[in-house]
C-alpha cells in the first residue's frame, strides 16, 4: 500500500448519459476505494440538471460534476473528461460498470514504482444487464490468457492486436503519456483502441496485473452500434498500417481487421436490401486478403443465398461475435 502522503492523484473519468441508477451504483464504488486521492469528475453527455443534483447530493469533495453545455456524443464526452483531468494519473469508469474496492490499490503502485511504465491494466468480472456476475461470459474475454504479469515494453501487440489492455474497464494511465492532439473523433466506439495505440506509441512499458478489479456490464447491442464499433475498429487499423513503428506487426494488424470487415459484411447479409451483396462482398473481399477463417469463408459461403435463409444462417453464428475479444 502506498503512503496516503505519496498517492499521486488519480482522476476518474466517469462519462455518463441518462443512467441515474447505475450511475449511482458506480459513484460509490469509485468512492468506497480503499485508495483515497481521487478526483472522481462526472462527465454528463446529456446535461442533464437531475445527474447534476444527484452528483451534489454525496456532498463528497472528491466529486464533481461537469457537461458539454448541450447533448453530445460518448466520443466527444470522453475527450472532454480526459483533458479535464486534474490528477497525473486516470481512469476510466462507465455508468453502467462498478469497481472492485481494490481497483485503485491494486493497479497505481506499479505506476508510482516505476515511472517509465504509462498505464497499469487488469481483469475483469462480466455482469449481465441486472448487475449479476456471470462466469460465463467472463470467460470469454480470453485476451489475457496466459499472459505473463508486469513490465510488457514495448506493448503494441498487446495493445492493437492481442488487445488485452481493457482501458474502458481496467486500467490505469498516466495522463502525460498521452498526445491529445492526436485524439480522433473518426476511431469513433472502438475509441479505446486508439488510446490504448496512444500510449503504446508514447515508448513506454504497460504492466499487467492478473486481478480482477471490475465489473463490466454486458448489454445487448443494438446493429447500429455494433456496426459503428467495426467502422471505427477498421479506421484505426488502417492508420495502425501507415505507421512505420508497426511495420512487423502489419501481418497480425491486417489479420485483426479480417474481424469487423466480415462484421460488416455479416451485417449487410442480413439486413440486405439494394447493393447488400455488393457491400458484402467488398468487405469480405478485403478480410480475404489479410486473413482467411471459418467465420469469413461462412460470410462469403452466404452471398449467393436468399435474404430469409441467411438470416438464419446468421442468427446461428452470431454468438461467434460477442465471443470474440471484442471490448475487453
Known amino acids: 500500500m502506498i ?8 482522476t476518474v473519468a466517469m462519462p455518463t448519459y441518462r443512467r441515474p441508477e ?10 468506497a476505494q480503499t485508495y483515497c486521492n481521487t478526483d472522481i469528475l462526472v462527465s454528463d453527455s446529456a446535461a442533464d440538471p437531475l445527474i447534476e ?8 469533495p472528491r466529486l464533481r460534476y461537469r457537461n458539454n453545455g448541450a447533448v453530445s ?3 466527444t464526452n470522453l475527450r472532454a473528461v480526459y483533458t479535464a483531468a486534474r490528477g497525473d494519473l486516470i481512469a476510466t469508469l462507465h455508468d453502467d460498470d462498478l469497481w ?9 503502485p506499479p505506476l508510482v514504482e516505476n515511472p517509465d511504465v504509462v498505464v497499469s491494466f487488469g481483469d475483469f468480472w462480466v455482469m449481465d444487464a441486472t448487475g449479476t456476475v456471470r462466469p460465463d461470459l467472463s470467460a470469454r474475454y480470453r485476451n489475457r490468457e496466459g499472459l505473463r504479469p508486469g513490465r510488457h515494453q514495448p506493448f503494441f501487440d498487446l495493445a492493437i492486436t492481442v488487445r488485452a489492455l481493457c482501458t474502458p474497464m481496467a486500467a490505469v494511465f498516466r495522463a502525460s503519456a498521452v498526445d491529445w492532439t492526436q485524439w480522433r473523433q473518426e476511431a469513433g466506439t472502438a475509441n479505446d483502441l486508439w488510446l490504448a495505440y496512444l500510449l503504446a506509441r508514447s515508448g513506454g512499458a504497460a504492466w499487467y496485473e492478473p486481478t480482477r478489479v471490475s465489473r ?6 443494438a446493429s447500429t452500434t455494433v456496426d459503428e464499433n467495426d467502422r471505427g475498429a477498421i479506421w484505426c487499423f488502417s492508420r495502425f498500417l501507415e505507421d512505420e513503428q508497426l511495420r512487423s506487426l502489419h501481418a497480425d494488424i491486417r489479420r485483426a481487421a479480417a474481424f469487423p470487415h466480415t462484421s460488416l459484411a ?6 440486405g436490401g439494394a447493393g447488400a451483396r455488393r457491400r458484402a462482398a467488398r468487405h469480405l473481399a ?4 489479410s486473413a482467411v477463417t471459418p467465420r469469413t469463408l461462412a460470410a462469403l459461403a452466404l452471398l449467393p443465398w436468399p435474404s430469409p435463409a441467411r438470416r438464419r444462417v446468421i442468427g446461428a453464428i452470431s454468438d461467434l461475435r460477442s465471443r470474440h475479444n471484442g471490448r475487453g
Open 73 to 75: 456524443d460518448l466520443i
Open 53 to 60: 443534483k444527484l452528483v451534489a447530493s454525496y456532498g463528497d
Open 100 to 108: 472492485e474496492p481494490n481497483f485503485l490499490s491494486c493497479l497505481v
Open 22 to 31: 447505475m450511475l449511482r451504483q458506480a459513484i460509490e464504488s469509485a468512492l
Open 266 to 271: 455479416l451485417s449487410a447479409l442480413w439486413e
Open 216 to 221: 463490466y456490464r454486458h448489454h445487448s447491442m
Open 286 to 289: 478485403t478480410a480475404l486478403h
Open 3 to 10: 503512503p496516503q502522503s505519496d498517492q499521486p492523484l488519480v
